[in-house]
């Protein structure tokens, strides 16, 4: 399995108040991309980064920034949780090869709620 | 915009029995994915398509690429239990498609449930 984790992996927040999800891989891959996954809508992408520093936004991106200051951790960062953002939240990593090109592993998930 | 389109969204098959999913796409590509969820869990990879015509097997399922219809099917063969999960397609368009070679968009998943 790549080694890809985040955290937390529950989080129970309020409304307005600020939230920041981690994911932190050890597989030195190039990319990593966060999701949000809600029934009916399958996985949504909310940012992803080409590289350190290197960053661009995903279709759902409004209310959400992420950084990304070393190759291993990329952080989501909800500046201000409303109810909507309630979700469930996956990291993804890959590394462009030959074989598998843009193939992406998942990190095992946040559940965020929103009150 | 990349449209990915899956069906049926929820499959409800007795072990034993064949079926297929569809996935359709709306751009141009050729790089095609598939994965598996189980209920509660993150996603798995099981199949990397990456040329028209491409077909992989594991076990009883079998995934197939038709670039030139835009469409990917994935079989499932003599279904059992085990194989009750949802199922994603994910369409790579690269620059010949109008995306950025970096992304991937997704299908709304098909729940497939496999009774005794």
């Known amino acids: 399995d790549a080694g890809i984790t985040q955290s937390p992996r529950h989080k129970v927040t309020e409304t307005g108040t600020p939230v920041t999800l981690r994911c932190h891989q050890t597989?030195?891959?190039?990319?990593m991309y966060w999701y949000r996954q809600d029934p009916g809508h399958g996985l949504r992408l909310i940012h992803y980064s080409y590289g350190v520093k290197d960053t661009d936004k995903g279709e759902v991106s409004d209310g959400y920034s992420v950084s990304r200051s070393k190759t291993e951790d990329f952080l989501l960062t909800l500046e201000s949780a409303t109810s909507s953002q309630t979700s469930v939240y996956f990291c993804?990593?890959?590394?462009?090869?030959?074989?598998?090109?843009?193939?992406?592993?998942f990190g095992p998930g946040t559940r965020l709620t929103v009150l | 915009e990349l449209k990915v389109e899956q069906n049926p969204l929820f499959l409800s098959m007795q072990e034993g029995k064949n079926y297929t999913i569809y996935c359709n796409y709306s751009?141009?590509?050729?790089?095609l994915y598939w994965y598996r969820q189980d209920p509660g869990k993150s996603l798995e990879s099981l199949f990397v398509?990456?040329?028209?015509?491409a077909v992989k097997q594991e076990g009883r399922l079998m995934a197939s690429l038709d670039t030139k219809a835009r469409l990917s099917t994935l079989h499932i063969t003599a279904a059992v239990h085990d194989l009750s999960a949802t199922y994603f397609c994910a369409v790579d368009p690269g620059w010949q498609g109008g995306g950025s070679n970096y992304k991937l968009t997704f299908g709304k998943g098909t729940l497939l449930t496999v009774n005794p």
């Open positions: 751009t141009t590509s050729d790089r």
């Open positions: 597989e030195n891959h190039r990319y």
């Open positions: 993804a990593i890959s590394q462009r090869r030959v074989l598998s090109y843009n193939e992406q592993f």
């Open positions: 398509l990456l040329s028209n015509g």
